[in-house]
Every structure is written in C-alpha cells, then in structure tokens.
C-alpha cells in the first residue's frame, strides 16, 4: 500500500479540468482557447510579451531550471502560485472534512492552521517549549498521530523560530509514517541553513514532500512561485486538483531570469551577507539590556523575547521600523520576530535597540 490510499476516496477517480493547452498539440494558429489573437506587446523579449495566450500549465523550462538545480527528477517537482499553493492543494487531497485530522509541532507557520481550518481538517499541534529551544521529539509528535491523521507538517528552518529540525528526525518520521500519513517538511528558508535538502530522502520515503519557495533566499515573494517535490504520483495527484494555468507568464519569465547562473552567484552572495548579518544581529541583541533571550536562527529572521515586547515593537515603529509581533502565539509571550535586513537597515535597528531602557 501506498500513502496515495489515504487520498480522500471521493478524489480516487477525480479527472482534471481538461484545459486547452494541457492537450499538448503543436500548431501555429491557435483557435482552441477563446484567447484574444492580438499580442499587446509584440517585442519577444519582454516579459509582457504573449500575455493574450494562457501560459502552460506547468511551464517547462521553469520545471526543468528548477528540478535541476534542487538535483531531483523534472517528474518529481511541481510548480505553484507560492508554496501556500501546494499546502492548501495537499490539505484537500488528503483530508476528509469533519473527520481528518493534521499534525505539527508549535509555534509554527500560520498558514498550515489557515489551510487545515478551511478544508474542515482538525489541526493538532504538539506545543514545543521555547525553555527547551523548541527541541522536536519525533516520537511525541507520532503520539498525536491516529488513524484519521493525513498529514504530519514540519517547518524547518521553523518560522517564527529558526530552530532546525533537519537530520534524523525527518527520517524518523517519514519512516514511522509510512503508509498512514504525508510528511510534509516545508523548507522555505532552507537557503540560509547549512543542511542538505529532504528531498535526498524522497528515494528513501515514498510519503515525503518537500516544499522550497523562490519567494526568500531568492527574492521573488511578488512572483508567487514555490515549488513541490515529492513522488511522481504525489505530483500528478495536485497536477489534477489544482487550477488549470497557476503562474502567471511575467513571473516565469522573472523567475527564469533570477535563476541564471549570474543570478544564483549573485543569490549566493547575498545568502551569505544575510547570514554574517543574521549572527551580528543575535549578537547585538543579546547585549542588549531589553532583551531576555535571543534563539540562534537558521532563517534569515531573529526571534528574541523582550523584556517589554509591545514598547519594543512601539519604540521601533516610532522610528519607521516594523517588525513581527508574534507575542501572541502559545509560548511566544513578549517575542518578536524580526527580519535581516541590510547591513544599514539592520544598524538602523540596533540603534534604536541598544541605547533603550527595557
Ligand atoms: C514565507 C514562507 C513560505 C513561502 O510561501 P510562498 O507562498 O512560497 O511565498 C512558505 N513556508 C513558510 C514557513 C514561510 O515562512
């Protein structure tokens, strides 16, 4: 048996909305899709350019640039309207309404509570403790785990964290999992961590996806792309579910164009400024007298508790700088979380920090 049996049953024999250019034919006068015949803008080279032609479904160069950088198969990635896309798609794939369940370790990512709420999935959390530096225990998030739960979701590097829960535990659960349930591990700050991707496991783990985003490390999050990685018959299972042309043509032609091979030197400069930057910040800011503790990070964010979060956070918008107040979330009281920027917008930041009293 397969983690595809877990599909919801009414989606067994589902059969995609039969789009005209998913049909594949090749010929120059296209009448098959109620498009406009007129270009706006007849310069190839623009990325305006063939806008009054629906783009195609899953644009091939783009798949291909980006299955090969991430080093797996073109079978195995599929490509969406951000990450967010492939997590709502898999909730509806997988979850009953009213009877299956989610599980994930918290404080975490607020849209899997998001996506898992609209399907009508319950959203277990195991709640980490911020004392403990959020450490995850495999086996008590698999003590969550029932007959109903489809999805196990693990953020890592974990936003709003930085913890890291790449290694043995990914392989852990995936291997405990199985057949019962989907693991999900999304890795949109991967960039910014020093660990090889989960997807190496896929080969291993039939029922392992992987999440990667171009919207962070590759400074794309207006293009609205993320990608998918998981076995192909995961692939072809949200290929079928998901609207029939998710990216948009001027954000393929972006992305493209920011993963050439200047473009990835340039990345990879800047990875590296942001995480020399993300040490210098977490320094700083243990220093400061305001400031109870700061968590190392993985990301290219800082999570700190304050002593006085709210006259931070206020203190800080006084000087038209805006962070994250997360001091809501369970186990998050007085913390907020807070973006690398520049070295100058980092600095700008520090200064309003360092001379405050708490
Ligand atoms: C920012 C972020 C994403 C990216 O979402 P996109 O839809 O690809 O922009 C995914 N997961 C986490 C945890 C994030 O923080």
């Known amino acids: 048996m397969s983690v595809l049996a877990r599909v919801r049953p009414d989606l067994a024999q589902f059969s995609a909305y039969a789009s005209a250019r998913r049909s594949g034919f090749n010929a120059h006068i296209r009448l098959d899709a109620n498009e406009s015949p007129w270009d706006r803008n007849g310069n190839e080279d623009d ?35 951000g990450s967010d896309e492939a997590i709502d798609l898999l909730l509806r794939a997988f979850c009953r309404a009213g009877r299956d369940n989610v599980v994930a370790p918290t404080p975490t990512f607020g849209m899997y509570r998001v996506g898992a709420q609209l399907q009508g999935a319950q959203f277990r959390t195991l709640a980490l403790s911020a004392d403990d530096d959020f450490a995850l225990d495999p086996d008590k998030l698999l003590a969550l785990v029932d007959a109903d739960t489809k999805l196990v979701i693990v953020c890592s590097p974990n936003n709003p964290t930085g913890t890291l829960y790449h290694g043995d535990a990914i392989d852990r659960l995936a291997g405990s999992l199985a057949e019962r349930a989907l693991l999900l591990v999304d890795e949109a700050y991967i960039e910014f961590a020093d660990v090889a991707s989960a997807s190496e496991l896929i080969d291993r783990h039939a029922n392992l996806a992987v999440l990667r985003t171009l919207s962070k490390a590759h400074a794309l ?95 800080l918008l006084d000087a038209g700088i805006l962070v994250r107040d997360v001091s809501a979330q369970p186990g998050l009281a007085q913390c907020l979380r807070i973006t690398i920027g520049t070295a100058t917008e980092n600095t700008a930041l520090l200064d309003v920090l360092v001379g405050a009293k708490p």
Do not use: M
């Open 47 to 81: 990325p305006a350019a063939n806008l009054n032609r629906y783009p195609s479904p899953q644009p091939e160069a783009l798949r291909a640039r980006l299955a090969q950088i991430h080093g797996v198969d073109t079978q195995r990635l599929w490509l969406g309207r």
């Open 221 to 315: 999050a207006g293009a609205r792309i993320g990608a998918l990685i998981a076995r192909e018959e995961i692939i072809d299972l949200v290929g079928r579910i998901a609207a029939p042309y998710p990216l948009p043509t001027p954000s393929v032609a972006a992305a493209l164009a920011a993963l050439s091979p200047e473009s990835l030197i340039q990345t990879q400069a800047r990875i590296v400024t942001l995480v020399a930057e993300r040490e210098r910040v977490v320094r700083a800011l243990a220093a400061c007298t305001g400031v109870r503790k700061v968590w190392p990070s993985a990301g290219n964010f800082v999570l700190a508790r304050f002593v006085d979060a709210q006259a931070t956070f206020a203190r």
